[in-house]
């Protein structure tokens, strides 16, 4: 099982829309959980880190699901802005280095 | 002026030849890393260093090798180029607090190999 996984999508949603995106991670040890964005051809940036508690910035919501080993990212109110992919990123076995997920891509359309 | 620079930004090599992609930062951060990017593979980790005396071998380390020249320079070296390293390289630097470990990125370099 790969440490984590993602849902590849792509996700096509019109402006406006709720969208979710899952993450699940093998590494029950794991502390960091992180969403990092990705434009087109660009490099990743950190979106949001997730927390115990579930977190929120603006319209995207983070929540941790430790006994199920999952994140989730919720972004509510689309805007065409959104068009990325979303990487789930979670701190490796051995805490030396974060893991990535291979990303979601999401297309927000008008 | 960007934190953390990477050139060159593009670049066309030919199979068999020695290149090095160099990584600067004015973050000030002891970590730094070198990832690569492949379609449907996501990023993978090649080299990463915690200071400039300490150098790790990451998930995919065969072929390259990496150099620590400075807090704030990490360079890759590709020491004979073959065309299944053709990818989107990443370098990266932390800010490593407890568990937090905020990772910053490069613009990265293409590499293609011919």
């Known amino acids: 099982r790969k440490e984590v996984e993602q849902d590849p999508g792509p996700f096509n949603v019109p402006e406006g829309a709720t969208v979710a995106f899952n993450c699940t991670y093998s590494?029950?040890?794991?502390?960091?959980f992180f969403w990092y964005r990705q434009d087109c051809r660009k490099e990743p940036k950190l979106l949001m880190s997730v927390y115990s508690s579930g977190n929120e910035d603006g319209r995207f919501t983070a929540q941790l699901n430790r006994a199920s080993q999952y994140i989730s990212l919720l972004i509510r109110d689309s805007k065409l802005s959104d068009s990325a992919t979303y990487l789930c990123v979670v701190n490796s076995n051995s805490g030396y280095a974060l893991n990535f997920g291979k990303g979601t891509s999401l297309l927000v359309t008008p | 002026d960007a934190d953390v620079t990477q050139t060159p930004r593009n670049r066309i090599t030919k199979t068999g030849k020695r290149i090095m992609l160099e990584c600067s930062q004015t973050?000030?951060?002891?970590?730094m890393y070198w990832y690569r990017q492949d379609p449907g593979l996501g990023l993978r980790l090649i080299y990463y260093s915690f200071d400039v005396k300490d150098i790790n071998k990451g998930e995919i380390s065969d072929g390259y090798s990496v150099s620590r020249q400075a807090q704030a320079k990490f360079s890759l070296s590709l020491e004979s180029a073959i065309p299944n390293q053709t990818a989107l390289y990443f370098c990266?630097?932390?800010?490593?607090?407890?568990?937090?470990?905020?990772?910053?990125f490069g613009p990265g370099t293409r590499l293609l190999v011919l």
């Open positions: 973050k000030g951060h002891d970590r």
């Open positions: 590494n029950s040890a794991s502390q960091s």
């Open positions: 990266a630097t932390s800010d490593f607090r407890g568990l937090q470990e905020t990772q910053y």
